[in-house]
């Protein structure tokens, strides 16, 4: 029998213990989710646990901002050059944009704008034609308009191909979405806020249906507001 | 040997009585209005009841309304004022203000739930732009929430001015004194921000201002501080317990106890960030540092209930408890007050565990906005924090009316039931979260496109809500039986360890510290299953941020 207070009595052990859920921090460096011990001395941050580099944020430039008028233009354009007869959306590269042509002659007249003009008729208007067979995965990515709206989202249905990447460019419209695209156990989600342009690549690795809600709660229909993602090898009809 | 704080309470005068148990009673009306639509959603989600998903948004924002904010802040404000009075010993000081809290938050309760009744449901956050056509109605909404706020800035200067005057009057702060300061001002700060979310949208609606931007940002700080500092309240709750109900005080000393009370507000606040990774012009650095400050979102509570579990356990082995868990045992289970926190101890274990999967960044795709943040946080508001509150009240209201409880023997069985509903609801909901089943949708099945098993879980969460809410109303009208004039009196029994055992040199404390493991297990477990998901699925992606 002792006089001394056991270890798990003493005060600097319950305070110690206190902290016991930092230890999770551990498993996080271990996922590439948080910087190590180390990253502080210059060490670089590890693949992170989706599998993919660190998000990169670009942050807004209210100069370049689309308003909404002219994102829903965008989308007008994309369904007209990619819709198909069963009014899916099958976006593939080297189809020109009349929407960012013409946007890009509007804006090469502009002095000043003149070369944020060029750089979007680079970007969308004529984009990389693509070597489905070599360079696939290094290809540059197709864009992907899609637009939120109280309670749609359009277009209702994407035909994509496996590893051909993607830039999802999107906005809610209205009021406050999200988008979640759902492998049927567990997926991917993104929030949509009101007129803010999102942007994220997307590389889709397996073929399926899939379906896309909206996660955050837009109205009394929101239960309805859901769309249909088509994932084909090398995108075959 | 009697229990002070029963003793302390009986004493009280008329009036103080019938403040605390006016506030008891209508927040105990606010927990059932609020089951009620609760039920409903749960049922409807399954699919066993036909809504229309209009009026399943209308019950959810019911139920949100009525438990998240007037239940759990009208019994904030009734134990408040019950152990600051209990503290003193000498009664009320400033019940004028108390009244006038109490008066404001019963006007804002009418005006909230009156302004959810018809138009578009707007959820217990009143997102301001889904009412850009119904702005009176968003007045009325909101003026309700600010009139809550202005209560809780009035309410708790009662309970202040009380422990002042027992200072005064002592020359010396006790532990629980000193955590009611804090509470008190943590209930002042919730009343202010309230105030600070929902002002804007008032006079926006009103014609006075522009529409508020930032609500939604806004909103995620008040958030994170409404849910986290009630269980500040809790852990005072089980603090108040163990000295009344069992006899027991904190082997480690006053002082120790107060830094720990005092340690909610360093490690609280900064830790909100984790409500908005999903927010698409967060930058990369703060969702960084967002996950790594809400590391250390739950150090005060672990420690608080470290404390409690401790000190308990060292008396109850110098009182003969043997074994790892046999000293559990012996605790007074009977009392339903003791089965109501002993079970919130235990809901708050699973809480822990999986709120600390949703403060990685990294998973914020995958589970923000998906049924895993109910079944997670259900075993916070409900397992942890709502029977804690009702273990308090069934305390209190008990010696301030003199009258027992209903049907006791049966009642204390109700926690245990409200827990097993909460792991099959909190259970199922995770996990279908897990698989993507958003929340705040009424029919997940999507005209037939989502799979199947979503429907199956939603089953189970249907029925564990159930049992989980028929167990919470039996324990609220027991609770509120105390109040009606025919309950039969009954005298408070003695603490359950009525004599004065100092714990023996050298006894271990194991339980918290194995419980604190078992938790950090549970959280590697949970958000090793996270990661392992999304790492299974079949999409890279990058960016989601704000774009050009």
């Excluded at chain 1, 290094?138 to 359009?154: K, M, N, S």
Aim: proline share 6%; hydrophobic share 50%.
């Amino acid at each position: 029998m002792t006089d001394k207070p056991h270890f798990t009595t003493r005060r600097g052990f319950i305070a110690a213990a206190g902290f016991g859920g930092t230890a999770l921090y551990g498993l996080w460096v271990g996922y590439g989710a948080a910087p190590g011990p180390l990253a502080v001395f210059g060490a670089p941050h590890g693949e992170t646990a989706g599998g993919h580099a660190a998000p990169v944020d670009a942050q807004p430039s209210k100069a370049d901002t689309l308003t909404p008028e002219a994102f829903e233009a965008r989308v007008r354009d994309f369904v007209s050059r990619f819709g198909e007869a069963d009014g899916s959306v099958r976006p593939q590269a080297g189809v020109p944009s009349q929407t960012a042509k013409s946007e890009a002659a509007t804006h090469g007249s502009h002095g000043g704008h003149g070369a944020h003009g060029k750089q979007a008729l680079e970007t969308h208007a004529f984009e990389p034609a693509l070597d489905a067979h070599a360079h696939r995965a290094a290809a540059a990515p197709i864009d992907v308009w899609l637009q939120a709206g109280q309670f749609f989202f359009e277009p209702a249905h994407l035909r994509l191909a496996t590893d051909q990447p993607y830039r999802f460019r999107m906005m809610a419209t209205d009021v406050s979405h999200g988008a979640s695209i759902q492998f049927g156990a567990g997926g991917r989600m993104m929030r949509l806020r009101p007129n803010q342009l999102v942007e994220t690549e997307i590389t889709l690795q397996r073929p399926g249906e899939f379906l896309i809600y909206c996660t955050y709660y837009c109205g009394p229909a929101h239960d309805v507001m859901q769309a249909r993602l088509s994932v084909t090898e090398g995108g075959a009809a | 040997m009697t229990r002070p704080l029963q003793d302390r309470l009986g004493r009280l005068s008329g009036s103080d009585r019938l403040l605390i148990q006016t506030m008891s009673g209508i927040a105990l009306i606010a927990l059932v209005l609020g089951i009620a639509g609760g039920i409903g959603v749960a049922l409807a989600r399954a699919g066993w009841t036909d809504l229309i998903p209009e009026s399943g948004y209308r019950l959810l924002t019911l139920h949100g309304v009525a438990v998240f904010f007037y239940w759990l802040y009208l019994a904030q404000g009734a134990i408040l004022l019950a152990l600051c009075a209990g503290e003193s010993g000498d009664g009320l000081r400033s019940r004028g203000l108390a009244w006038l809290g109490l008066a404001l938050m019963l006007g804002g309760m009418a005006l909230s739930l009156g302004a959810i009744s018809d138009g578009t449901p707007l959820l217990y956050n009143g997102t301001p732009e889904l009412a850009v056509h119904e702005l009176g109605r968003l007045a009325l909404f909101n003026v309700g929430y600010v009139l809550l706020g202005l209560g809780l800035l009035a309410l708790p200067l009662a309970g202040v001015a009380t422990l002042l005057s027992s200072v005064r009057r002592a020359g010396s702060l006790s532990a629980t004194g000193f955590a009611l300061f804090a509470w008190a001002g943590f209930l002042g700060v919730t009343g202010f921000a309230l105030i600070y979310v929902f002002a804007p949208g008032l006079f926006w609606a009103l014609g006075w201002g522009g529409m508020p931007a930032n609500h939604s940002t806004n909103w995620h700080i008040v958030f994170h501080n409404m849910h986290y500092l009630p269980l500040m309240a809790t852990v005072i709750i089980w603090y108040v317990l163990m000295q009344d109900l069992l006899g027991v005080k904190s082997v480690f000393g006053a002082r120790f106890s107060k830094l720990v009370f005092a340690a909610y507000l360093v490690f609280v606040p900064p830790t909100s960030l984790y409500h908005m990774f999903l927010e698409p012009d967060l930058p990369g650095a703060v969702r960084i540092a967002g996950s790594l400050l809400s590391l250390f979102v739950s150090v005060p509570t672990l420690t608080a209930f470290l404390i409690i579990v401790a000190s308990i356990e060292l008396h109850a082995r110098s009182r003969g408890g043997r074994g790892l868990f046999g000293w559990i045992r012996m605790l007074p289970w009977h009392e339903p007050a003791m089965a109501a926190a002993g079970l919130a101890m235990v809901n708050m274990a699973f809480g822990i565990t999986l709120a600390f999967v949703l403060i990685q960044a990294d998973l914020a795709p995958l589970l923000s906005d998906t049924f895993f943040v109910p079944g997670y946080f259900h075993f916070f508001t409900v397992g942890t924090v709502s029977l804690s509150l009702l273990a308090a009240l069934a305390l209190i209201l008990p010696a301030l009316s003199g009258r027992g409880l209903a049907l006791p023997r049966l009642v204390r069985f109700a926690p245990h039931l409200a827990t097993l509903g909460l792991l099959a609801f909190g259970g199922a909901g995770v996990v279908a979260g897990y698989l993507g089943v958003p929340r705040r949708v009424i029919d997940a099945g999507y005209g037939g496109e989502a799979p199947a098993l979503w429907s199956a879980l939603m089953g189970w969460v249907a029925a564990g809500g159930v049992l989980m809410a028929l167990a919470l109303i039996a324990f609220a009208l027991s609770v509120a039986a105390t109040l009606l004039p025919l309950q039969a009196r009954r005298a408070a029994p003695p603490p359950h360890w009525d004599a004065v055992v100092q714990p023996r040199p050298g006894t271990a404390a194991l339980i918290g510290p194995l419980a604190v493991l078992v938790i950090v297990l549970g959280m590697y477990g949970a958000t090793a299953a996270g990661f392992q998901i999304m790492r299974s699925l079949p999409i890279a992606a990058a960016g989601g941020g704000h774009a050009h």
